[in-house]
């Protein structure tokens, strides 16, 4: 396939536990985002990686919360000790440099805590 | 800050009837303005967009002008269809970054 993946699809944990959300980025694409989107809430920014440039990490909500993008492709965000106000959709894209408003939207990973 | 602001919803018409979703917002600089759009099951993307003032967006019967002085961006339809129903953001980005700041969404229901 040719656009942004993301796994899983629905995950379901306990409150306290750690999860890992899974993003495959567009072949080509050097920057990719996540956000998270809560009922009533929008689009939330969450984290940015262009290239081999430091990650903006401006929109983490708190240090539970941190992203790694391996090889300049695939990301993984990692949320440690889950609160039910984590409970989301959480939405990963990617574009071309400096293309920020072309960016191609993965199906997101819908996150229940428990 | 820079912020988007647009029209609660959930927004419901019957098909043929004209839609305007309202959106304004505030930003330093000079922001390029858009329109992205989420059918159920589907991911989110980009519907139209405008780089400078004045400027009108269009794609799908949709359209949006660029209105610096009301900072607006407000998305019209003169005719939605049953397939038209979505989910639609505003949002806006700056020259200084790569990111975009989106709006809360608006829900828009047709009815046939």
């Known amino acids: 396939g040719a656009g942004v993946s993301q796994s899983p699809s629905n995950k379901v944990t306990e409150k306290g536990k750690d999860v890992e959300l899974r993003c495959d980025p567009i072949s080509g694409h050097t920057a990719l985002y996540w956000y998270r989107q809560s009922l009533g809430q929008g689009l939330e920014f969450l984290i940015y990686f262009q290239g081999n440039s430091a990650p903006d990490k401006s929109g983490l909500p708190s240090d539970r919360f941190s992203a790694e993008r391996t090889g300049g492709s695939v990301s993984t965000l990692t949320i440690q000790r889950t609160q039910q106000e984590d409970s989301a959709v959480y939405l990963c894209?990617?574009?071309?440099?400096?293309?920020?408003?072309?960016?191609?939207f993965g199906p997101g990973t819908r996150l229940t805590v428990t | 800050g820079n912020s988007v602001t647009q029209m609660e919803g959930p927004v419901t018409l019957s098909e043929e009837a004209f839609l305007t979703i309202n959106c304004t917002y505030t930003?330093?600089?000079?922001?390029?303005l858009f329109w992205y759009v989420q059918y159920p099951g589907e991911g989110l993307q980009l519907l139209l967009k405008a780089t400078k003032a004045d400027d009108k967006g269009s794609n799908k019967g949709f359209e949006a002008t660029y209105r610096k002085e009301t900072t607006s961006f407000h998305l019209e339809k003169g005719s939605v269809q049953v397939s038209d129903s979505a989910v639609y953001f505003c949002?806006?980005?700056?020259?200084?970054?790569?990111?975009?700041?989106f709006g809360k969404g608006t829900r828009l229901h047709i009815l046939p």
């Open positions: 949002a806006l980005s700056t020259d200084r970054d790569d990111k975009i700041i």
């Open positions: 894209a990617s574009s071309i440099s400096g293309r920020a408003y072309e960016q191609y």
């Open positions: 930003a330093t600089g000079y922001p390029s």
